[in-house]
């Protein structure tokens, strides 16, 4: 609810919202294991930016 709060999403625009798990202390009694099924390819260009911006 939060990300759809900050995006602010209008009738007009559509925003694509991806999310994750962060593993924590709190979650190790659900037997259950995140499984992403969205994957970006990224170019040499955006790895260097990335390493530079670090």
């Known amino acids: 609810m ?3 709060v900050a995006s602010r999403p209008s009738i007009n625009s559509h925003i694509p919202i991806f999310c994750g798990e962060i593993p924590s202390s709190t979650g190790y009694l659900k037997p259950t294991q995140w499984e992403p099924n969205f994957y970006v ?3 040499n260009n955006d790895l ?7």
Do not use: D, G, L
């Open 2 to 4: 939060a990300s759809v």
């Open 41 to 43: 390819n990224i170019s």
């Open 48 to 54: 260097s930016a990335k390493i530079k911006a670090m």
